[in-house]
């Protein structure tokens, strides 16, 4: 279970997490010379809405994580 928030549009919107993908598009992208990363990830989130903050669902006493 996770929060996202994306800029000021959605803020702290709890998930469930079903699968994390990260892709590297080796083609397409340039790369640092001294790291050796890239400068571009491709990242897809599979994500089920189960509440909003504010919600009776999932809210607990203290920090929820």
């Not at 994306?6 to 080796?26: F, M, W």
């Not at 397409?28 to 994500?47: C, E, K, R, V």
């Not at 919600?55 to 203290?62: A, F, K, V, Y």
């Amino acid at each position: 279970i996770i929060r996202i928030s994306i800029a000021n549009y959605i803020q702290n919107l709890v998930c469930a997490c079903g699968s994390v993908k990260a892709d590297v598009p080796i083609a397409d992208t340039a790369w640092d010379q001294q790291s050796g990363l890239p400068h571009i990830y491709n990242i897809t989130l599979d994500l089920t809405v189960l509440t909003m903050v504010g919600d009776s669902l999932l809210e607990r006493g203290g920090k929820f994580y």
